[in-house]
């Protein structure tokens, strides 16, 4: 393992690979910091560069963008009383209300130091548990995937919370559009409706630029925004580096948020902004200083921006070794896997360890260059969150439609763009979520796929989907995701309707 460590790192240190990684985390940070903007965003506006790089080139500054704009989403959080993604939904409780007393450089470093420690973490736990699970995964037969596939769709649409209904009904509309196209069991045209463009299938990459980006334009578009309002302050950078008595204070909410997060970065379908609260939560009630939570403690900073950088590498376990996104950034880093050419799931540790262990290297890199970035732009942040949003929305309107078009060179593929663009904005609209539909679209094959060669194994005996021990498990859990989901949404709902 430490030989193709070792490795990794010459890898990331290519002077290529190590500009991009830092490329990638610097733009990371930017658009996490941007509200409305997701890490899910910055991937997709880089896919069309993406394929044309190496797989491990790629992998490494895609990792540096979904850490960076992990960590980038405190900085407005803190200063904006906005998170600018939401894992950075429960920073803000304590982050805004100590920049307010005029220590927003003090908050920005608590936060900054959180999420390096939290990303190391979860570093080590991917290096460490993602080859041991992809052993196991190795033991997976057809009846298997198919499983795996019906738990990542439930588990996605569980994740809803409340709307655990319009959650399973995105999933099933990524479902229906996976079938487009020409069936490969019988070789028959399937939703095709005589259109030529349509016998390969909805393309990812223009269902992933519309879905989540051209969707967002249109949603600033309909809110108007103009621009953003900073708590006007002087930060400087030594204001900004946290003091041994501020680590000592804050150094179990580190470890319990880091802990956390990496157990739910694990669990496909949840990520950092579920982490995030529980984190608070656990460590509030832990707390000597309880009174001071939400009036600007500083482990009420760095008990989520630990628990929601750490859900990064948790959440690129399952994406790698079973080929399951933990998150919507996972989601759409599946689908630029797809695009390069890299099949995640077990046998990829077995054909490309190269990539794994660039992969690896790379993520714990770039967890140093992420805090030189902290430290740094803290100076600029509040001048970057200013940019007005009749200019950047035009420019990443342009960037989905050169996007899309490049794929293919075909207008077509911008037309998909722009038609699941708006169909994604109504989504968002209406509370759907927009993740299981790209989850069903990727994930639909898959099932397909394996649920056909398991039926021609087995001579259509349908029982083999519970006699395989490993089936049978993803099974369960799929029924246990859905009923606590609809535990989880009934109290939702019933504290709701309490009179306040």
């Not at 939560?281 to 001071?292: E, F, L, M, P």
């Not at 398991?454 to 049978?472: D, E, K, T």
Request: charged share 10%; hydrophobic share 55%.
């Amino acid at each position: 393992m430490f030989e193709h460590l070792l490795q990794g790192f010459g890898v990331v240190f290519q002077p290529l690979t190590f500009a991009l990684m830092i490329f990638g985390t610097g733009l990371g940070v930017i658009i996490g910091a941007l509200p409305g903007m997701t890490g899910s965003m910055g991937i997709i506006l880089l896919l069309p560069l993406v394929y044309r790089l190496p797989a491990d080139t790629a992998l490494v500054m895609l990792a540096g963008l979904f850490c960076g704009a992990m960590y980038g989403g405190s900085v407005s959080a803190i200063l904006l009383r906005t998170p600018g993604t939401p894992s950075a939904s429960a920073t803000l409780l304590d982050g805004y209300p100590l920049c307010q007393q005029g220590k927003a450089g003090k908050a920005i470093g608590i936060a900054t130091v959180a999420s390096f420690f939290g990303g190391l973490l979860s570093t080590a736990c991917l290096i460490l548990i993602a080859p041991q699970l992809a052993k196991i995964a190795l033991q997976f037969q057809a009846a298997d995937f198919f499983s795996l596939s019906i738990f990542g769709l439930t588990i996605m649409a569980s994740a809803s919370a409340k709307n655990i209904i319009k959650g399973l009904l995105s999933g099933w509309i990524g479902l229906l559009a996976s079938t487009v196209g020409i069936d490969v069991l019988v070789g028959s045209n399937r939703f095709t409706f005589g259109n030529i463009y349509l016998m390969g299938g909805f393309q990812l990459l223009p269902v992933l630029i519309g879905v989540f980006a051209v969707a967002q334009v249109f949603g600033e578009v309909q809110t108007k925004k103009t621009g953003n309002t900073v708590v006007e302050q002087k930060i400087r950078i030594r204001d900004v580096i946290p003091s041994l008595g501020d680590i000592r204070v804050i150094a179990m909410a580190l470890i319990v948020g880091s802990v956390i997060g990496v157990f739910i970065g694990i669990i496909p379908g949840t990520g950092g902004a579920i982490s995030c609260f529980l984190a608070y939560n656990v460590v509030q009630k832990w707390s000597k200083n309880k009174n001071q939570f939400g009036k600007g403690a500083i482990e009420g900073i760095a008990a989520p921006e630990a628990s929601n950088n750490a859900t990064t590498g948790g959440a690129m376990i399952p994406m790698l070794t079973l080929g399951v996104p933990g998150d919507a950034v996972t989601a759409v880093m599946l689908g630029a896997l797809t695009l390069i050419g890299v099949k995640p799931g077990p046998l990829l540790f077995v054909e490309m360890p190269h990539v794994v262990y660039a992969i690896f290297s790379g993520m714990i890199t770039i967890q140093f260059v992420m805090l030189g970035f902290g430290f740094l732009s803290a100076k600029f942040a509040p001048y970057v969150l200013k940019v007005p949003y009749q200019i950047l929305m035009p420019v990443i309107m342009v960037l989905c439609v050169v996007g899309s078009f490049t794929l293919g060179n075909s207008l077509f593929d911008v037309l998909v763009a722009v038609i699941f663009g708006v169909i994604g904005f109504f989504m968002r609209k209406y509370g759907y979520p927009g993740a299981p539909l790209v989850l069903g679209l990727i994930l639909g094959p898959m099932a397909e796929d394996n649920l056909n060669r398991a039926m021609l194994v087995s001579g259509n005996n349908w029982l083999v989907l519970l006699q395989r021990p490993i089936s049978a498990f993803f099974l369960i859990l799929s029924v246990v995701s859905i009923v606590f989901a609809l535990v989880a949404a009934y109290k939702i709902n019933k504290e709701e309707k309490k009179p306040a």
